[in-house]
């Protein structure tokens, strides 16, 4: 008995993947047109380019007077011909004589070697363009003045010449007739608003999306004259619901929440699918050990980000994640990673009463009973029965020993209990946030799930309030998240929390993540509401998330003498915008 | 929620007493705080005194569980150990099975082990006793029944069933409904 060294093919460690480190940045990406402006001429030329340009005009020079002189024409023609073909490459401007113009021969040349010599270097060396341009159009210029075709085999190259000319200015008028059509935003009329829109083309849609924005960020200047901000504003709405595939409704909400600029990154991050992120079960095992094992089953892993401890991304994985003895042995939990966000604002202290009001299926309640270290009370709760035995499964899972699972209603809960140190409320919410999991929110919210949403969200808030021991030494926290973005199951729902009970809000500690809303669409929430903080896929990568952190300090039921301060505030910050309003007119 | 009574704590001990022997004495003396067994709706429920006041007081319905459970008696009166328990079956084990990397995955599905799979058995383990099945990196998998003794294994042939499967961590899993 004992280990065996194992031999065969099959249980012998494959190499998978690059590996870690072996991980780059890849090249980075310019527009084109920042890649096509990118100029010869603004090299550096060397003292030794310097030199030979010198050399060059002079031996030029030396070589017109010497064609006058000589008269050999053909020779001086090719070879000039020659120079200014290089030259409108360069400076990109049209070659028609390609076709015929040969590259003269070496031996045919007049010059000695030496000079071919120098050519041929030059071709390389970078050199200044304004006097080569002067000098070969001057000689150009003599050559057009200079001669008539004299040869039938001219003729003909010369109508060609003309006729290619001709066919690329129609080309060129062409292209620019099109580019003045695309600048322009195309209206649909009537019937076409109306009727469906067009589903198929996409990319003519995107065209449209991308044009709008361009156009209502420079208002005064890119609008049509007959053409108000509100038709433009429609038009874009309509055009991202039907290329995102929204109800109006969340696009609308969507479009209040965000500048132009944010909407069609935020509306893009919705379609990809956030990292698969796993928690280590710190009772259990450390992050270290846990990212070894996982790397021996053929796991792609890396720690998450330097604000967590326990949290690893999973990259890709050769068995399912979600069933490894690691898991089943409670090692880790699978979790999103805004959902430690919560638990790490609430920050429960050993030997704690801590309350997770809408707990299943157990994720943020079992972060926080590690947090706890197995100590003191965590109550988990949850209103559906059958959501709430993965809470049961997961604690066991995780070895969590002090977990009391019920089966309460939030909206009722302080009837039980109370007496609590610090609470979660983790409340269901429309998932605003989460789209990139759940598509179906997309179309299937409207004003009325939002508002069955934000009383049920009020109710629970206020009874996880009343639950709380307000002269807990330790505690008296409540903290409120959801994963959705609209105001109203947020701020609004805080702002209601702090009109009727006896809390203020303070600082999540949390340090990266955008501030609340302070004043949206007219109406001011209290100032601390700044304390709050939004989680955007956008701009963290995570899912759209909320986190508010409250303290009770009283065990007044209602909060009047706060609210009146509210509207006192309420009515000074009305005034100072008003104020601003007439500095700005 | 109430105390268990004589007869069904002597029917728990005897359970217990297959995998972990004398070492109940450990569950209940603790050091750290007073740890008793209580029943719940059939359940054997093991938590600390304090819990259990702080849990009495929410209505018998709503709650669903407290503490860890450790298993739950069926109608004929036997009591049926769950993978729940294993977090302080494990740690007080008399009698061992260690099992090999590709046998795990077999006893995870629920699977009886075989000659095969064994890697490691504790000397002396006498035959339809209980076991804890462990990796071989030592993480506690799951609980069964020795289908032999030691003596008798190293005399097996290799298809023959060695440990019996009782339950396993893959419970978590495939039956997380029924867990408690």
């Given at each position: 008995m004992g280990r065996r060294k194992v031999t065969d093919d099959k249980s012998a460690k494959p190499v998978r993947g690059p590996g870690r480190?072996?991980?780059?940045?890849?090249?980075?990406?310019?527009?084109?047109?920042?890649?096509?402006?990118?100029?010869?001429?603004?090299?550096?030329?060397?003292?030794?380019?310097?030199?030979?340009?010198?050399?060059?005009?002079?031996?030029?020079?030396?070589?017109?007077?010497?064609?006058?002189?000589?008269?050999?024409?053909?020779?001086?023609?090719?070879?000039?011909?020659?120079?200014?073909?290089?030259?409108?490459?360069?400076?990109?401007?049209?070659?028609?004589?390609?076709?015929?113009?040969?590259?003269?021969?070496?031996?045919?040349?007049?010059?000695?070697?030496?000079?071919?010599?120098?050519?041929?270097?030059?071709?390389?060396?970078?050199?200044?363009?304004?006097?080569?341009?002067?000098?070969?159009?001057?000689?150009?210029?003599?050559?057009?003045?200079?001669?008539?075709?004299?040869?039938?085999?001219?003729?003909?190259?010369?109508?060609?010449?003309?006729?290619?000319?001709?066919?690329?200015?129609?080309?060129?008028?062409?292209?620019?007739?099109?580019?003045?059509?695309?600048?322009?935003?195309?209206?649909?009329?009537?019937?076409?608003?109306?009727?469906?829109?067009?589903?198929?083309?996409?990319?003519?849609?995107?065209?449209?999306?991308?044009?709008?924005?361009n156009v209502l960020n420079d208002f005064k200047n890119k609008r049509e004259a007959n053409r108000s901000r509100k038709e433009y504003l429609d038009l874009l709405r309509q055009d991202l619901c039907n290329y995102y595939s929204y109800n109006e409704f969340l696009m609308n909400k969507i479009l209040d929440l965000f500048p132009l600029a944010e909407v069609i990154d935020f509306l893009e991050a919705n379609e990809v699918q956030r990292p698969v992120t796993i928690r280590t079960n710190t009772l259990k095992t450390r992050r270290r050990d846990l990212a070894q094992a996982l790397i021996n089953r053929g796991v792609n892993v890396d720690p998450l980000d330097k604000w967590t401890k326990v949290g690893l991304v999973i990259y890709n994985s050769q068995v399912p994640i979600g069933a490894t003895p690691e898991y089943l042995c409670g090692h880790y939990m699978l979790q999103g990673a805004s959902s430690f966000l919560p638990c790490m604002a609430l920050a429960p202290q050993p030997n704690e009463r801590v309350l997770d009001m809408c707990a299943a299926p157990g994720g943020k309640a079992t972060y926080i009973g590690a947090l706890m270290r197995n100590s003191g009370i965590l109550v988990a709760n949850d209103a559906n029965k059958d959501r709430a035995r993965a809470i049961i499964a997961n604690t066991h899972r995780l070895g969590l020993t002090n977990t009391i699972v019920t089966n309460l209603d939030g909206r009722h809960f302080s009837e039980h209990?109370?007496?609590?140190?610090?609470?979660?409320?983790?409340?269901?919410?429309?998932?605003?946030?989460?789209?990139?999991?759940?598509?179906?929110?997309?179309?299937?919210?409207?004003?009325?799930?939002?508002?069955?949403?934000?009383?049920?969200?009020?109710?629970?808030?206020?009874?996880?309030?009343?639950?709380?021991?307000?002269?807990?030494?330790?505690?008296?926290?409540?903290?409120?998240?959801?994963?959705?973005?609209?105001?109203?199951?947020?701020?609004?729902?805080?702002?209601?929390?702090?009109?009727?009970?006896?809390?203020?809000?303070?600082?999540?500690?949390?340090?990266?993540?955008?501030?609340?809303?302070?004043?949206?669409?007219?109406?001011?929430?209290?100032?601390?509401?700044?304390?709050?903080?939004?989680?955007?896929?956008?701009?963290?990568?995570?899912?759209?998330?909320?986190?508010?952190?409250?303290?009770?300090?009283?065990?007044?039921?209602?909060?009047?003498?706060?609210?009146?301060?509210?509207?006192?505030?309420?009515?000074?910050?009305?005034?100072?915008?008003?104020?601003?309003?007439?500095?700005?007119? | 929620m109430r105390p268990l009574t004589d007869d069904e704590t002597k029917i728990l001990f005897e359970k217990l007493s297959k995998y972990i022997g004398d070492n109940i004495r450990m569950l209940l003396e603790r050091p750290d705080g007073l740890y008793t067994f209580r029943l719940h709706r059939e359940r054997v429920y093991y938590c600390s005194e304090a819990i259990i006041k702080y849990a009495s007081n929410f209505p018998r319905k709503e709650l669903l569980s407290f503490g860890t459970c450790f298993g739950r008696f069926t109608k004929t009166r036997k009591f049926r150990l769950h993978i729940t328990a294993l977090d302080f079956v494990a740690p007080y084990a008399k009698f061992k099975v260690w099992l090999k990397p590709n046998a795990e995955q077999q006893f995870l599905y629920g699977h009886n082990v075989v000659k095969t799979g064994l890697g490691r058995i504790t000397e002396n383990t006498p035959k339809y006793n209980g076991v804890i099945v462990y990796t071989m990196n030592d993480v506690p998998l799951g609980f069964g029944v020795a289908a032999k003794s030691t003596i008798e294994c190293r005399a097996a042939d290799p298809m023959a069933l060695v440990v019996f499967h009782q339950a396993d961590v893959g419970e978590f899993l495939r039956n997380e409904d029924a867990l408690t």
């Amino acid at each position: 008995m004992g280990r065996r060294k194992v031999t065969d093919d099959k249980s012998a460690k494959p190499v998978r993947g690059p590996g870690r480190k072996s991980k780059k940045q890849g090249e980075p990406t310019f527009p084109k047109e920042l890649a096509q402006t990118e100029p010869t001429d603004k090299k550096k030329v060397s003292s030794r380019g310097k030199q030979r340009a010198r050399k060059r005009l002079e031996k030029d020079k030396l070589k017109q007077t010497i064609n006058k002189n000589t008269k050999l024409k053909t020779a001086t023609k090719r070879q000039s011909d020659g120079e200014s073909n290089d030259e409108e490459q360069i400076n990109g401007y049209t070659d028609e004589n390609q076709q015929w113009l040969k590259p003269k021969k070496k031996k045919e040349l007049f010059d000695d070697d030496e000079q071919n010599e120098e050519e041929s270097m030059d071709e390389d060396v970078p050199y200044d363009d304004q006097f080569n341009e002067m000098e070969s159009s001057s000689e150009e210029e003599e050559e057009n003045d200079g001669d008539e075709p004299k040869l039938d085999i001219e003729k003909q190259s010369k109508k060609i010449r003309e006729k290619q000319r001709q066919t690329k200015e129609r080309s060129e008028q062409e292209l620019l007739t099109n580019i003045q059509q695309h600048e322009k935003v195309q209206f649909p009329s009537g019937q076409e608003v109306t009727k469906e829109a067009p589903q198929a083309d996409l990319q003519l849609l995107m065209h449209r999306i991308r044009e709008v924005i361009n156009v209502l960020n420079d208002f005064k200047n890119k609008r049509e004259a007959n053409r108000s901000r509100k038709e433009y504003l429609d038009l874009l709405r309509q055009d991202l619901c039907n290329y995102y595939s929204y109800n109006e409704f969340l696009m609308n909400k969507i479009l209040d929440l965000f500048p132009l600029a944010e909407v069609i990154d935020f509306l893009e991050a919705n379609e990809v699918q956030r990292p698969v992120t796993i928690r280590t079960n710190t009772l259990k095992t450390r992050r270290r050990d846990l990212a070894q094992a996982l790397i021996n089953r053929g796991v792609n892993v890396d720690p998450l980000d330097k604000w967590t401890k326990v949290g690893l991304v999973i990259y890709n994985s050769q068995v399912p994640i979600g069933a490894t003895p690691e898991y089943l042995c409670g090692h880790y939990m699978l979790q999103g990673a805004s959902s430690f966000l919560p638990c790490m604002a609430l920050a429960p202290q050993p030997n704690e009463r801590v309350l997770d009001m809408c707990a299943a299926p157990g994720g943020k309640a079992t972060y926080i009973g590690a947090l706890m270290r197995n100590s003191g009370i965590l109550v988990a709760n949850d209103a559906n029965k059958d959501r709430a035995r993965a809470i049961i499964a997961n604690t066991h899972r995780l070895g969590l020993t002090n977990t009391i699972v019920t089966n309460l209603d939030g909206r009722h809960f302080s009837e039980h209990m109370g007496g609590f140190d610090r609470c979660l409320v983790d409340a269901p919410c429309s998932g605003a946030g989460v789209i990139a999991k759940d598509q179906a929110v997309k179309s299937s919210k409207d004003e009325k799930d939002i508002q069955r949403c934000f009383t049920a969200q009020r109710q629970i808030l206020l009874n996880a309030i009343d639950s709380i021991n307000e002269n807990s030494t330790t505690g008296g926290y409540i903290v409120y998240s959801t994963c959705s973005i609209l105001v109203e199951e947020n701020e609004a729902v805080v702002q209601y929390a702090l009109n009727n009970r006896p809390v203020k809000i303070v600082e999540t500690g949390l340090e990266f993540g955008v501030e609340g809303f302070t004043n949206f669409k007219g109406t001011s929430f209290h100032p601390f509401m700044k304390y709050c903080r939004r989680y955007y896929p956008h701009l963290h990568n995570l899912d759209g998330f909320f986190v508010a952190k409250l303290k009770k300090y009283s065990t007044k039921q209602g909060n009047k003498k706060e609210s009146e301060t509210i509207e006192k505030e309420k009515k000074k910050e009305e005034e100072d915008d008003s104020l601003e309003a007439m500095a700005d007119d | 929620m109430r105390p268990l009574t004589d007869d069904e704590t002597k029917i728990l001990f005897e359970k217990l007493s297959k995998y972990i022997g004398d070492n109940i004495r450990m569950l209940l003396e603790r050091p750290d705080g007073l740890y008793t067994f209580r029943l719940h709706r059939e359940r054997v429920y093991y938590c600390s005194e304090a819990i259990i006041k702080y849990a009495s007081n929410f209505p018998r319905k709503e709650l669903l569980s407290f503490g860890t459970c450790f298993g739950r008696f069926t109608k004929t009166r036997k009591f049926r150990l769950h993978i729940t328990a294993l977090d302080f079956v494990a740690p007080y084990a008399k009698f061992k099975v260690w099992l090999k990397p590709n046998a795990e995955q077999q006893f995870l599905y629920g699977h009886n082990v075989v000659k095969t799979g064994l890697g490691r058995i504790t000397e002396n383990t006498p035959k339809y006793n209980g076991v804890i099945v462990y990796t071989m990196n030592d993480v506690p998998l799951g609980f069964g029944v020795a289908a032999k003794s030691t003596i008798e294994c190293r005399a097996a042939d290799p298809m023959a069933l060695v440990v019996f499967h009782q339950a396993d961590v893959g419970e978590f899993l495939r039956n997380e409904d029924a867990l408690t």
